[in-house]
Structures are given as structure tokens and as C-alpha cells.
């Protein structure tokens, strides 16, 4: 079942990571699918791993920190209890403090994209409680 969405997310032709996260019991509502605010925590897992894939943490980013500035979802399918969500995660369409993190969730044994989405984050120095640049040699390994 595809829902209509009133979000059109556009997917960029590659992800550079991937990550698998099953789907618990907490993560369901009482429609018996994925919980609305279950999938962002599981979103949030995604980027986590994420940045360590690329040797980062969320507070140190070339030295910087990032914020989640904003988050857009467009859901394509329910997801159950039990079920293996396959997240795929790029940066993408950077601006001078920032990018989107877009992402895409499928059921990892039958493909069926669950949700897509994109996350905007800004490069933020905790030391001077400020937006700093996008560090270039973060941004450069999605050139």
C-alpha cells in the first residue's frame, strides 16, 4: 500500500551508507504498524551510525557539532513488529552552514521502501555557541 503524500521527497541516484535496525516492539502504535515518532528514533540511529561510518560522532564533525535544523518524512508503506528496516543515507544539497542528510527505509527482505526522508543539519561550534561552515572536508566526500 503507497500512501498519498502531500511531501514529494526527491532521492539522489546513490547513498554512500547503510545501515540495518529491526523494528521492536516498542516501536509499534496502536494501528499494530511502525509509530510515526518510532521511525525518527530509528532515523536517528541511522545518522548516528552514519557519521561513524565516516569516522565522526554528532559532536565532532571536522571539529564542529551538527543540529537537526529540520526533518521531512514521506511514508510509503506500513512497516510491522519484527521486520528489518534497511536505511540508506547520503548528505546532500549543501548550503554554507549545512546539508540535508536524505535518507531512504525499505523492508530489508523484500525491498518495499517504507519511508523516505531528509534531515537538515547545521554545523554548530559548541565552544563559541554558534553556526560555523560546513567543514570542507566533510562536504567534499559528497562532491
Given at each position: 500500500m503507497t500512501f498519498l503524500a502531500r511531501i514529494l521527497i526527491d532521492l539522489p541516484e546513490r547513498f554512500v551508507f547503510s545501515t540495518a535496525l529491526t523494528i521492536y516492539i516498542n516501536h509499534i502504535n496502536y494501528g499494530n504498524?511502525?509509530?510515526?515518532?518510532?521511525?525518527?528514533?530509528?532515523v536517528s540511529e541511522a545518522r548516528v551510525r552514519f557519521f561513524?561510518?565516516?569516522?565522526?560522532s554528532e559532536l565532532d564533525v571536522e571539529g564542529l557539532g551538527i543540529i537537526v535544523a529540520d526533518a521531512a518524512v514521506q511514508y510509503r508503506s506500513e512497516a510491522f513488529h519484527g521486520e528489518v528496516l534497511r536505511f540508506e543515507m547520503t548528505a546532500h544539497d549543501f548550503n554554507k552552514y549545512g546539508c540535508d542528510l536524505v535518507w531512504r527505509a525499505s523492508e530489508q527482505d523484500s525491498g518495499r521502501e517504507v519511508a523516505r526522508g531528509k534531515t537538515g543539519i547545521i554545523f554548530f561550534d559548541y565552544g563559541a555557541r554558534k553556526p560555523a561552515a560546513?567543514?570542507?572536508a566533510f562536504s567534499s566526500r559528497f562532491a
Open positions: 504498524h511502525l509509530d510515526n515518532s518510532a521511525l525518527l528514533s530509528l561513524k561510518s565516516l569516522g565522526y560546513a567543514p570542507a
